[in-house]
């Protein structure tokens, strides 16, 4: 969402002021960008979601939400392969799911008293997205969404605006999808973001003004979670927007908020979620990206430009063209925040 208003642009000010005496924030560049989504003059593009292709990771996707009108494809060029329309669909998630194919669900708030969740086949090959049905995401409207592999079934955490989480069992058939209600999570005030760690089970979701949270995401574990990480204007600036993991070993590797109040990317060491650094993506020829919704990581090589993997953020300030989504090198980002480090 488009967190910077007018009447907060003296907040705002003071916070990046108190950054920058507090901690760096180094600047990467943009290597990559979509096309405009084709929304124009709106805040449109929201949130992407990567798939690599093992075998031939430069014919990788990206899919990404235009939240007024529906979804994109891209390929690593940035070009539009395929268009699904779906009216307002706000954020999306995939899976690889081996011989049964790769899952895209998207949040879909349509209906703003009623989220629900659009399951698609990606077709690998060509990037068209199929239809194979629909689960209901709670009572609320829709906003966030993430996918985590339980005991080898897909379960879809449904984040609402009013901050409800709604844990949902899909039950995928060859031709048509659905979902059980599994159970119900919360947090006190607005969310969106969230990100599953499969390795440990752990849900993490981001309350856009207070920080981040941490569940068990277990189907059968407690409700109850904790915030792990607050927004305090330094570190993490709110809004608190889209997360991102990049996983390492057993337990580490790095989470990724978006620092959305001052257009930055807050960096955190797994397990401990200690503060490990700061970083923009700004420089280069492609420009930088303002006001993150949603964001996405993917390990592995995908191309000489992403030798060590792929960094996907939503520019919601990309003028004079409607909002886009840029991409950035995962090893070029850890190579500075590393060479900034105390």
């Given amino acids: 969402m488009q967190a910077i208003q007018t009447a907060g642009l003296g907040l705002l000010l003071a916070a990046t002021l108190a950054i ?3 901690a760096q924030t180094v600047a990467v560049p943009a290597r990559g960008q979509t096309v405009p989504v084709g929304t124009v003059a709106d805040d449109a593009a929201d949130d992407p979601a990567i798939w690599r292709d093992p075998r031939n990771p430069e014919r990788s996707l990206i899919v990404g939400t235009d939240k007024k009108a529906g979804l994109h494809v891209y390929r690593l060029s940035g070009e539009s392969v395929h268009f699904t329309p779906a009216g307002r669909v706000n954020n999306v998630d995939l899976v690889d799911l081996g011989a049964r194919g790769v899952l895209v669900v998207a949040s879909d708030r349509n209906d703003p008293a009623r989220a629900l969740l659009k399951l698609y086949r990606l077709n690998t090959r060509s990037g068209a997205l199929a239809a194979v049905g629909e689960a ?29 989480i709604v844990q949902v069992r899909l039950d995928l058939g060859r031709d048509k999808a659905s979902g059980t209600l599994v159970r119900k999570l919360s947090v006190p005030s607005q969310a969106e973001g969230c990100v599953v760690d499969n390795r440990t089970r752990t849900l993490y979701v981001g309350e856009e003004r207070a920080g981040v949270w941490v569940f068990d995401a277990g189907p059968n574990a407690p409700a109850e979670g904790r915030l792990a990480i607050r927004a305090d204007g330094e570190q993490l600036v709110p809004d608190v927007e889209g997360l991102a993991l990049s996983l390492k070993g057993r337990t580490g590797g790095w989470l990724v908020v978006s620092s959305q109040g001052d257009n930055a990317y807050a960096l955190y060491r797994l397990p401990d979620l200690a503060p490990a650094g700061r970083f923009r993506i700004a420089g280069g020829a492609l420009g930088s990206t303002e006001e993150t919704d949603g964001i996405a990581l993917a390990p592995g090589r995908f191309s000489r430009t992403y030798p060590d993997g792929l960094f996907v953020a ?15 090198s995962w090893a070029e980002i850890l190579k500075a925040v590393r060479a900034a480090a105390p």
């Fill in 20 to 22: 920058s005496a507090t």
């Fill in 136 to 164: 209901e995401g709670g009572a609320g409207e829709a906003y966030g969404v993430c996918l985590a592999v339980i005991d080898r079934q897909v379960h879809v955490f449904s984040v609402l605006k009013d901050g409800q």
């Fill in 314 to 328: 939503q520019d919601g300030n990309n003028a004079p063209d409607a909002q886009n989504f840029k991409l950035a």
